[in-house]
């Protein structure tokens, strides 16, 4: 039998796979079956890492703890990834990433909880206000990086430019909402699963064409 508890926040109702049983149903067997810290275990004969916010499962044995079918499992599995909830690294079972592990959990959360995967703060004191350069410091730490943001772009299929470019929408976007970012990569990684950039590159090219269009009718 299971041992212990993990702390969930509330918030994960407002999230999409929330209305559809079965997908929270599975979700939140995939939060609590994950690890909660990094730990070495032997799977197949081999030694291999389950870091925090992952786990191994079969679709056999995901069936015997949601009552699922095997074939409905994977196909959710593969929605799921799709929709950037989870990563599934290629073995011999499902091993699983949750890509926001991190945020479902209470003690990262607090009631301004942001759903972009970042952690969040208002500017609401002294403690909590982030200056645009402190942003941009953190931007440039990652940057610097080569081997993080290699990954980063062979994961998204970006160039370094795109990279630079998303960054700086990124922290404008958590500038203007007071947010903190906790985990720069973590962040960009969510952001570009959830694809933000081309969101805030629409938003701004609909507001460059309302500006030339009020220019012209002011002429």
Do not use: C
Not at 35 to 45: C, D, Q, R, T, V
Not at 157 to 179: F, N, V
């Amino acid at each position: 039998m299971a041992q212990g508890f993990i702390q969930l926040h509330r918030k994960i109702l407002d999230e999409w796979f929330w209305k559809d049983s079965s997908y929270a149903h599975l979700m939140t067997t995939l939060i609590l079956e994950a690890n909660h810290e990094s730990a070495k275990i032997l799977f197949k004969g081999e030694l291999r890492t389950i870091e925090q916010g992952e786990t191994i499962r079969t679709t056999r044995q995901l069936e015997a703890k949601t009552g699922i079918p095997k074939s409905t499992i994977s196909r959710m599995l593969k929605k799921l990834s799709k929709f950037g909830e989870i990563e599934i690294i290629k073995t011999k079972a499902s091993h699983i990433k949750i890509i926001r592990y991190k945020q479902f959990m209470t003690g990262d959360l607090d009631e301004n909880w942001d759903k972009s995967g970042a952690g969040v703060g208002l500017n609401n004191n002294d403690n909590n206000i982030y200056t645009f350069a402190e942003y941009e410091s953190a931007k440039n730490e990652f940057l610097s990086d080569n081997d993080v943001v290699d990954k980063i772009r062979s994961k998204h299929s970006k160039t370094l430019a795109r990279i630079d470019q998303e960054s700086t929408l990124m922290i404008k976007h958590y500038y203007k909402k007071g947010k903190k970012i906790e985990d720069f990569e973590d962040a960009l990684d969510t952001w570009l699963l959830k694809g933000k950039g081309m969101f805030e590159d629409a938003k701004q090219r609909d507001y460059e064409k309302e500006q030339a269009l009020d220019t012209m009718m002011l002429k």
